[in-house]
Structure formats: structure tokens, C-alpha cells
């Protein structure tokens, strides 16, 4: 859950900086289980307010606690 909320913000950040249409998020696959599980609507809300999509990536090299994120441009 702490990694999701650092994923969150971080989202945030780029949405208040950036005018971008998707995102790649890159976690750990526990974490991305957790993510699509519990938080798909916390993801839809944030993927209305940047009017594109967020995708959530499993990434088994990373760390429990660590994560990625990409960002593409309109």
C-alpha cells in the first residue's frame, strides 16, 4: 500500500507538470496485484483527470518497494 501511495503522488507530480496521455507504471508483481485488486478506482480517477491511460506493469527486478514510471507526451 505505501508503494502505491508513492506511485500515486509521483502520478500526481507528472499530471500537475506534464501534458501527457499515458503512463507506464513499473512494479514489483506483488505490488501490481495489489494495485489492480484494491486500487482500479483510485487508477480510473487519476486516468480521468490526465484524460488518457495509466498502465500498471510487473516488473519481477525490481524491489517490493521500488518502482518505475514512464511517461509519453501528446
Sequence with gaps: ESVFLGVCREIRHILAHYKINEIKVY????????I??????TLRG??????????????PELR???????K???
Aim: charged letters at 35%; hydrophobic letters at 30%.
Design 36 to 41: 489492480l485488486n484494491n486500487e482500479r478506482d
Design 46 to 59: 487519476l486516468e480521468k483527470q490526465m484524460k488518457g491511460s495509466i498502465y500498471v506493469e510487473k516488473d
Design 27 to 34: 512494479v514489483h508483481p506483488r505490488v501490481a496485484t495489489y
Design 64 to 70: 517490493v518497494d521500488g518502482y518505475k514510471i514512464e
Design 72 to 74: 509519453a507526451s501528446v
